[in-house]
């Protein structure tokens, strides 16, 4: 058994970061209680740091008609067909707790189309995993799809938005081989 | 949020199985805690849980340099390649009690080349995945891989015996819809 | 031209056999004229060998709705998708002489979907092909689709059993690189 | 079991066929004993039916260090990879005929990796398969690799030149759904 | 910077070649102003050279509903979908001249689900891709969209068979790593 | 000929947008001679804008040893191969003005394999596009071969950054149909 880094890239230290980006991750700190390691490995290049949180923010922060549990959900089934061993586990901590459901990441991460979910959602996922794997395949007759569950041209971009930024999210983990810290594998399990 | 049913197929009454079928379950049960769903499930056609629960233990109770831990790191690494609800839960929790590791069987879930595992490992699961996938492909530097790490004949017929025969049993789990118990999410994990 | 060898691995002489395996091969031998190489090859292990086995006969000679000639079209159809050697020779053998047909093995083979059958075979091996390679993507309506041709749902089981019972077949063939006989290639052949 | 027509398009007669068109086929006829459907189906465009026939000779009557065995190979394995009901039926009996080897078309049909033949027809199917599938990967190592087994530029062009006339032959046979005729199936067999 | 040669293979002097293939390559030459370097490349094989440019004749220039510059979307779309250097560049050229559209070859090229064409040349390009990709997938269905659309038999042949022959000439152009004039990128460009 | 329009989703009046927005579109298009459509379309959720162009500025305006020209090489090839309307075209234009090489854009969106680009570009084009296609197979030996070209850590941090910003900008392209401006088909031709 060989425990390997947590980036392929250097880990910078706290206290050389820049103001802005040592503020945030201390926050992040104080309320989960460590630090999850995105926000080390990323840190390594400020400008993108901040770049990708900004993305990150405005897609998953905002006033949106897609819960946070849905959101969590896209990012853990696209992260999944993407094999992103990082995304998987932290963000399926975090939709365990946003859906306060201990099974439903697990469930969503090895196949979402037999996960307990909505076919509202069911639609949702299909439509997230297609703009990950085959996004030139996408027509209109997708968009209608998802009309027909009551979602409106602003949750699609939503949908799709989340889809998108984690193909980028995923190729970063990959590229920098970054590890989940081991805090989320347990993270919202009812045990 | 719909809860689905354990099997699209009827689940026989435990009083209602042939002698054999039913004192192997209660075993399972005593031991376990819980009946796993795949023997309610596979008891709907008792020829067939015969055949396929004594081809599981020729080929996972079996002695073999091949740990048992590993043999259910092969199936969970193939079952995962398959998007197998039931196999990656149950064996997963298997995985990690084997292991005695409450991390490992996320990792191999997610993407096996990024776990945590011995280049000895490695190689194994590219094997084994290999069969799962593409099996038509094997060529003889396959086998000299495997065999540069120290595995011999025997061991090779287990790990591709095993990547077979949860070919066999993930596609009958996708058949019939089968859902994992919900203590298999817990079972093993450090918290 | 090199002949290569039955198996990769050693063949045991019937003399060396467990009785219950030498009675079953002697018998297919009587029947048959010749003993089929999968019998030796996969005698090497007489456990899997029974189990094997046992799992065959429990689909394959059962009473059921899908005819004997319609079953092997299965095991041809998901065996040329997997691109098994000895599954497509052998049982194509086993076709030619349950249909009486002597070209529809090999129209199977090569491309099931311009073979002379009905569309209710048809609908079966879209279902039989679709559990041999993308058994993930199984959904209500690949039911429907069956159900619509008249097929029940123990059908259904007996359908994507066999596929699944010949994912498992398929590849301990390619692991073993077993080889058919020679006397498959012609037989049923109105030649 | 429904029988298909030999061709989507109709079929002309003989005696309303070009002078040219209606020799050649009759010459084959006279040789063959039958005439093979190819013949009469593409006839239905005679400017079409001239270039085919003419590319099909250049290639495949030529003086060529490719024996006439090894040039319907490629053939078989290819066309096999497009799944084409017609060129495997009808090229792997006349590659039984040119080989004089009742198993050789079924082999490779199934899987050349499998079959019989010598590291250098095993590279050289390798490269028609590659140009049948994979064009666009073509590198100078796969030509190296050709030339590695005594294979010269010229003998390239032969096997990426067949490999290339089949990917138009295997797609207009696909397109007219053209079937073939049963003399084929049977003949080179050893029965 | 390596700028590599027109061809893998020896180019002929115009001296040299047969009176009628350098006839028409002078032909060509008046015309264009320059000669296409799939003149000079093929021409190192004057009997596939005739057959290939009266296949391409024979589809390329018959009358037909199809129009010329539906035939160039044909292969510009076919050949994209094979990532063919030489047929793209060449035929985009010749696509922009025909439809007067200094957009529509690089719109075609890189996403024809994305160009500025009709719904009827839309599914023209479905089907001509599906010829170029998945030919055995081809369903009575796949016809019957294109009927809908006011195609008619001969029509789809047409469409079926250009993408076959261009099927042929991607492979050749990837075999002989066949290079495009310069003349042609900027061809039909509105600058 | 249908002309589509710019997206799927309302574009904003320049005057409509917040100071900031307006500013950067205002000097892009002056710089430019007109505002490319990225800017109005993205503009519609003016924190996504803010974000997407502060991460593409820090990659691509950013100190590298990855020359600005290499750099959207990257940016061309990885689009290609998601078949993005928008960003092969626009990024083709920059490419071909950067490179100062009329042909380049077309020959490395075709196919890259074959372009007139170096050994050393070949190989980070190759590191981009399994980022872009297959990010969960990057090993160390990707690595490796990146290094024996002169590679270091930071510019294989931008290699695989830019393809990773582009799986993002790749989709949202595809989500919105975003319709590249006339301009940029025949900036940096030689014509």
């Known amino acids: 058994m060989t425990e390997k880094p947590v980036s392929r890239y250097p880990i910078p230290r706290l206290e050389d970061l820049p103001e802005d980006i040592r503020t945030r991750i201390v926050a992040v700190q104080e309320k989960a209680g460590f630090i999850p390691n995105v926000f080390l490995a990323l840190a390594h290049r400020p400008d993108e740091f901040r770049a990708f949180f900004a993305y990150h923010d405005a897609l998953m922060l905002r ?13 853990v089934a696209t992260s999944s067909a993407n094999d992103c061993h990082y995304c998987v586990i932290a963000h399926g901590a975090i939709l365990r707790i946003y859906a306060k459901n201990p099974f439903i990441a697990d469930q969503v991460a090895v196949n979402y189309r037999q996960a307990d979910i909505t076919p509202r959602q069911r639609a949702m996922l299909d439509f997230a995993v297609k703009v990950a794997l085959h996004p030139q395949q996408l027509e209109e007759e997708d968009f209608a799809r ?19 930024f984690f193909a980028l999210s995923n190729r970063m983990a990959h590229l920098i081989a970054m590890r989940p810290n081991e805090q989320f594998y347990s993270m919202g399990r009812a045990c």
């Open 63 to 75: 006033e949106s008609r897609v819960s946070k549990a849905e959101r969590e959900m896209i990012v």
């Open 146 to 164: 998802l009309r027909a569950h009551g979602f409106n041209d602003e949750d699609i971009w939503d949908i799709g938005g989340i889809a998108s």
